[in-house]
């Protein structure tokens, strides 16, 4: 597997984990959307990576690992405000 397809793969595990991390650890509905839909994102830039590797697509990659650089830690998660009880719960505590 050549350096793309690598990088491809990786997007995938970001996307699923952060994806599973949204469904197992967030409350707030905004933050299901916000990283839902960036993990979708990239899944689909890890696809493309892998089923057809192009200057176009590892441009996009780029642009999708600025936006998931700068969209997380200013995530509502992040805020302590969000804590209930003065600890993290999952939806299903």
Do not use: E, Y
């Amino acid at each position: 597997m050549n350096r793309l397809g690598i990088a491809g793969v990786l997007w995938l595990v970001a996307a699923g984990l952060a994806i599973a991390m949204t469904l197992i650890f967030r409350t707030d509905p905004v933050q299901w959307v916000v990283t839902t839909a960036v993990g979708v994102v990239a899944a689909v830039v890890g696809l493309l990576l892998i089923a057809r590797p192009s200057a176009r697509v590892v441009s996009a990659s780029n642009v999708v690992a600025v936006v998931w650089i700068v969209s997380m830690p200013c995530s509502p998660c992040s805020s302590p405000t969000k804590l209930r009880h003065g600890r993290r719960t999952s939806r299903w505590s």
